[in-house]
T-cell receptor, first 115, second 116 residues
Framework: AQTVTQSQPEMSVQEAETVTLSCTYDTSESDYYLFWYKQPPSRQMILVIRQEAYKQQNATENRFSVNFQKAAKSFSLKISDSQLGDAAMYFCAYRSFQGAQKLVFGQGTRLTINP | GAVVSQHPSRVICKSGTSVKIECRSLDFQATTMFWYRQFPKQSLMLMATSNEGSKATYEQGVEKDKFLINHASLTLSTLTVTSAHPEDSSFYIC????????????FGPGTRLTVT
């Protein structure tokens, strides 16, 4: 079974600075998807960014980018120019490429933005 | 975009009663829906996967008879918590996928259940 580990329960960053959230995973599969989700105080889950394992290029979405290291099974999220609205719980998630579409979530990292 | 709604957003029920939570895909057909449970300050725990017209597949440790899931149409799945007890109090979240090999799950806003 796949597992996802987020070793940072809490992180904080000054507004406008850059922060990196860590995520590692364990799988025997070669094809899969990785995601970062944001859960603000409203509790609504929001997709931040996704990465297909077969793609070598790191995904980027505006201020959000990932560092995907397939051999190391690492998938970190970098948030540049942090904004107050980025404050939330961030969850890393894994999904198999085929078969069951269920997501396996990490424990989450609570990100605080200091003004 | 794809919108998923849940109803109710909050519900309080007495111990021993049953409560039903609805999950609807508003602008797409959801071939697969998922039900998650989230305890305070914790991650999402998958409870079950439901496909339209089929019996739900429950994760290990989830009581099938306690958490009844019905996916009667391509836009509606329901979760019924039967004979609820205070330990069932939690935040329940559903999500849905379009199917056809697409990767994204669209999440509902969640339902807070409190059992007194």
């Amino acid at each position: 079974a796949q597992t996802v580990t987020q070793s940072q329960p809490e992180m904080s960053v000054q507004e406008a600075e850059t922060v990196t959230l860590s995520c590692t995973y364990d799988t025997s599969e070669s094809d899969y998807y990785l995601f970062w989700y944001k859960q603000p105080p409203s509790r609504q889950m929001i997709l931040v960014i996704r990465q297909e394992a077969y793609k070598q290029q790191n995904a980027t979405e505006n201020r959000f980018s990932v560092n995907f290291q397939k051999a190391a099974k690492s998938f970190s999220l970098k948030i540049s120019d942090s904004q107050l609205g980025d404050a939330a719980m961030y969850f890393c998630a894994y999904r198999s490429f085929q078969g069951a579409q269920k997501l396996v979530f990490g424990q989450g990292t609570r990100l605080t933005i200091n003004p | 975009g794809a919108v998923v709604s849940q109803h109710p957003s909050r519900v309080i029920c007495k111990s021993g009663t049953s409560v039903k939570i609805e999950c609807r895909s508003l602008d797409f057909q959801a071939t697969t829906m998922f039900w998650y449970r989230q305890f305070p300050k914790q991650s999402l725990m998958l409870m079950a996967t439901s496909n339209e017209g089929s019996k739900a597949t429950y994760e290990q440790g989830v009581e099938k008879d306690k958490f009844l899931i019905n996916h009667a149409s391509l836009t509606l799945s329901t979760l019924t918590v039967t004979s609820a007890h205070p330990e069932d109090s939690s935040f329940y979240i559903c999500s849905a996928t379009r199917g056809g090999g697409t990767y994204e799950q669209y999440f509902g806003p969640g339902t807070r259940l409190t059992v007194t």
